[in-house]
């Protein structure tokens, strides 16, 4: 790797690196929440807490879940209604009833279920 005069890499920098934390779910995956009455498709991962400081504080300290672990978008769904959902890695489980969820936005970014997976479109991939 080339580097430019005058720059440096933030180990030489002194800048502390966070800790690596591997991702037990991928993007498709049907889960539920440990605690709470809701399920739902993956459709993004945080490596580590990436939402704002006052959502992290309106969750209640017991709970209040770290931030160095990945963190989920989840296309969710409960009895009442269907909205997304930012959770930690801690509260997932997989999701074992293999029904698919009932979600609006499942059809602007998958394509198929199957397995207890959607199938992410080709549009969307990296």
Known sequence: ????????????????????STARFAIGDVVCHRLFEFRGVIFDVDPVFANSEEWYESIPEDVRPRKDQPFYHILAENAE????????????????????VDHPGISGLFDGYAGGRYQLKPQHRH
Not at 8 to 13: G, I, N, S, V
Not at 86 to 95: I, M, P, T
């Open 81 to 100: 209604s269907s909205y997304i959902a930012y959770v930690s890695q801690q509260n997932l489980v997989v999701d074992e009833s293999d029904e698919p």
């Open 1 to 20: 790797m080339t580097q430019l005069p005058g720059s440096f890499t933030p180990l030489e920098a002194g800048v502390p690196m966070p800790p690596v």
